[in-house]
Every structure is written in structure tokens, then in C-alpha cells.
């Protein structure tokens, strides 16, 4: 349906919604897409694409620092 | 929700200087809304280039609801992109982001002339400019290679971790791969910024953008840099890409796990920011 118009290599979605939304592909830790237009535009638009909802499954691991002092206490309590 | 007083909205692309408006060039090309053709709104020495769209599909509300639907989404961000690179082709354009609407023609005169000098300072600046994306993915298993040889602090380490007890080895090896990681990211840092160094001095501007996660990009090596050029037409981009060219041969060579990937010409979409700009021009 849409012909590529760019000259060099094939360029993706994200590529073009990166560029012509105003923030935007951005990754906030979660798994929205923001688009934020100028003046009477639509503001602070969220969207949600789903291609990137695997995103969900990113969560926290503790550092390797947290997890010395955790075995520390319990090294300690069996001593 | 609020009922639209009209049932038409105006859709806004860019802004082009109004001696460069010439309706030939458009001929008749389809808008965002095909029911309407595309068109100028002249004033103050500037043309927007716009095009009517129904309140049904563009009312605020509407749009947002819109937007969700990828399926939508997807097909009017391809068109406002390749309306843009014609209009690019054809004309010095200011491009809007996509979904610029103003509900009348007396808004868009407003901020037409409201800021009117620093859109005017912007054309100026992007005149015979093309906007170029430059990715740079690494393969950290590749590139850490290169970093590992013959580092002095990493075989220290190794050799003070075999001589702790066994429950603090354990911690040693873990803060040693933290550390090994952080070397690697630092020497990707180091390559990369060479290079941006390098093609910032061939471009008029640049914006650093965030790279993207991998979760995004599906690829199994990360991005490493993600920045946008300006560049003028013609010789500059020539050299753009033959920097780009002999970077990537040169580590292809020493298997360095470095691909370098960009696209363009685009239309100045990360310079073209009026709202932040000063209406003087810079002599």
C-alpha cells in the first residue's frame, strides 16, 4: 500500500513514528509510546503499541551489592 | 464530550516560505482525509500546507481514540511522512509533527504570525538541509572480546578471587562480570562519541536521541547510539555515508561486532522546533 520513499535501505514504523510524533518512540519503563503535539495539537497523548507489550515481562533484579548484604544477614544468623 | 461547532478541522503538515508556494506542485494530491486535496493557507509571507479533515475522525476525542488503533495509526503516519518527503523534494520546508490540527483558519493565522519570525529563521536554516539517522549496534559477546584481551585489572582480579574462600568467590565473580560490563559499555561509549565527533563537524546540527531497547528493536545486539544529523544537501552527505562506510569496513575487519545503520534524507523533523527559538537570525 505505502511505497518507501527513502533512498537507502528499508526504513521501519517505529523509524517514521519515531520521527514525525513529537517525543517519540520513547520507553518510560512501562510500555507506552508518548506523542505530545505543538500549540492547539492533542497534548500528551498516549499510545500503546503492540508490538512492544512484551516489555511487561522487564522487571527489576536486585544488585549484586543487595544480594551480598542480604546473604550477609543470613550467613550471620546461622553463625 | 464537547460537540465540535464545525464539522471540519484543519490539518497542518509544514510550513513553507510563500514565494516557494506554487499550487502546480501540488497537484492535487490527496490529504490525510481523502476527501480533501491538499492545499495552501498563505499569510505574513509564509504557506501552511494543509488540508481539511472531518471533526469525526480529528475532533480531539476522536483522535486519541484513534491513535490506539495501530491499523490506523500506521497508515496516516505513513501518509503525513510521505506527504513530507515530497513537499521536501519540492519545497524548504518547516515539517510539522504528526497531528498538528487547528480548528480554524484564525488559529493557524494567529500562530503564524505570533511566531512568524522564528519560523522564518528556521526556513532559513534548513534551506538545502536534509535530516539524517544514524543506529549503531554493537554485539557486546563480539566486542567484549577486544575489550577482555590483555586487560591488566581483569586478570588482577581473577587472580585476588581464587584466592578468597568459596562464599566470597561467589560475590567477587559477580562484581568482576558487573565490572567486565561496565568496560565494555565504556569502550562502546568511547567508539561511539569518536565518531559522532566526527560527523558533528560535517553537520550543521545534531540531536543525540535515546537508543532504543532491545525489547523494541527485536535485534539481538543493542543500539549503542541513536542521533540525528542536519546536513546539507549534496557533497556533506556524500561524506556522511563514506565516513559511515569505512567505519563499518574497518570493523567488519577487526570483527568488532559494530553495524552502523542509517536512513535519510528526511525532512528537518528534530530541527524544526519554533516554539524554543530565538526570532532573531544569527549573522
Not at chain 2, 484543519?10 to 481523502?34: H, M, N, R, T
Request: charged fraction near 35%; hydrophobic fraction near 35%; charge should be negative.
Amino acid at each position: 500500500m505505502q511505497t518507501e520513499t527513502l533512498e537507502n535501505r528499508d526504513v521501519s514504523l517505529l523509524d517514521i513514528l519515531d520521527a514525525v510524533l513529537d517525543k517519540g518512540v520513547v520507553l518510560q519503563g512501562d510500555i507506552t509510546i508518548s506523542i505530545a503535539g505543538i500549540d492547539l495539537v492533542y497534548l500528551d497523548l498516549r499510545i500503546l503499541l503492540s508490538s512492544v507489550e512484551t516489555l511487561m515481562e522487564a522487571r527489576e533484579k536486585p544488585s549484586v551489592d543487595e544480594l551480598e548484604r542480604q546473604m550477609d544477614k543470613s550467613e550471620r544468623r546461622v553463625l | 464530550m464537547n460537540t465540535p461547532e464545525t464539522n471540519e478541522l484543519i490539518y497542518v503538515y509544514a510550513f513553507v516560505p510563500a514565494d516557494e508556494a506554487s499550487k502546480e506542485k501540488l497537484s492535487q494530491l490527496k490529504g490525510i482525509d481523502p476527501q480533501h486535496d491538499i492545499d495552501f493557507y498563505i499569510t505574513e509571507g509564509l504557506a501552511a500546507v494543509i488540508c481539511k479533515v472531518s471533526a469525526d475522525d480529528f475532533s480531539e476525542d476522536n483522535f486519541k481514540r484513534n491513535v490506539e488503533d495501530m491499523k490506523w495509526l500506521q497508515e496516516r503516519a505513513y501518509h503525513h511522512h510521505e506527504l513530507m518527503n515530497r513537499l521536501h523534494q519540492a519545497f524548504t520546508v518547516l515539517p510539522l509533527k504528526f497531528g498538528t490540527i487547528y480548528e480554524h483558519n484564525g488559529r493557524l493565522s494567529e500562530v503564524m504570525k505570533t511566531y512568524n519570525g522564528q519560523m522564518k529563521v528556521i526556513l532559513e536554516e534548513v534551506k538545502g538541509k536534509e535530516e539524517w539517522n544514524l543506529k549503531v549496534f554493537a554485539d557486546r559477546d563480539v566486542f567484549s572480546k577486544s575489550v577482555l584481551e590483555n586487560n591488566q585489572t581483569i586478570e588482577e582480579k581473577k587472580r585476588e578471587i581464587s584466592n578468597l574462600s568459596k562464599g566470597k568467590q561467589f560475590f567477587a565473580r559477580k562484581k568482576l562480570d558487573q565490572f567486565i560490563n561496565d568496560e565494555i559499555q565504556a569502550h562502546i561509549k568511547r567508539k561511539t562519541e569518536t565518531i559522532h565527533e566526527e560527523l558533528k563537524k560535517l553537520s550543521k546540527n545534531a540531536e543525540v536521541k535515546k537508543n532504543w531497547d532491545q525489547k523494541i528493536t527485536g535485534r539481538e545486539d543493542d543500539m549503542a547510539w541513536n542521533c540525528v544529523y542536519l546536513l546539507e544537501t549534496g557533497d556533506d552527505v556524500d561524506s556522511f555515508k563514506k565516513i559511515l562506510r569505512t567505519y563499518q569496513e574497518k570493523s567488519d575487519k577487526e570483527n568488532e561486532g559494530l553495524r552502523f545503520e542509517s536512513t535519510g534524507p528526511w525532512p528537518a523533523y528534530h530541527f524544526a522546533n519554533f516554539k524554543s527559538k530565538s526570532a532573531k537570525v544569527k549573522s
